[in-house]
């Protein structure tokens, strides 16, 4: 259990230190902030707020379903195995595979259609 909490925390501080600085920075190349600035509706905003993130979003989520029965199961005895079946987490981690695939196909078209911003501002 503590090697859990120790690679989660792990996880937690990669996305917040390394991940979400390059982030800024692709999202300053391309504009994105400044179309945020602009945007009038809260579907607007919320759509270009993840430009780019999908595949991080998918990948931080899927693992955290994939534990969710066994983190149930330590810290309340709640056994959801009969509910969701045996092999859970091996079912989300396709699913995940699947998804990181499609998402990085979709990352990697859209960056090859934006226009870098001069100065990156």
């Known amino acids: 259990m503590t090697w859990i909490l120790l690679l989660s925390l792990v996880f937690v501080a990669?996305?917040?230190f390394w991940v979400a600085p390059k982030f800024s920075e692709y999202r300053a190349?391309?504009?994105i902030n400044d179309k945020i600035d602009r945007?009038?509706?809260?579907?607007?905003?919320?759509a270009?707020?993840?430009?780019g993130l999908k595949t991080v979003i998918v990948n931080t989520v899927l693992p955290v379903v994939a534990i969710l029965p066994e983190l149930l199961q330590n810290f309340t005895g709640v056994d959801l195995a009969p509910v969701i079946g045996e092999h859970w987490a091996g079912k989300?981690?396709?699913?995940?595979?699947?998804l990181?695939?499609?998402t990085?196909?979709?990352?990697?078209?859209?960056?090859a259609?934006?226009?870098?911003?001069?100065g990156g501002e």
């Open 100 to 102: 990181t695939t499609i």
């Open 113 to 118: 259609k934006a226009e870098p911003v001069k």
């Open 29 to 31: 190349t391309l504009g």
């Open 39 to 46: 945007a009038r509706t809260w579907a607007k905003w919320l």
């Open 104 to 111: 990085h196909i979709i990352g990697l078209v859209s960056s």
């Open 48 to 51: 270009l707020q993840i430009q």
């Open 14 to 16: 990669l996305i917040i």
């Open 92 to 98: 989300v981690i396709v699913v995940m595979a699947i």
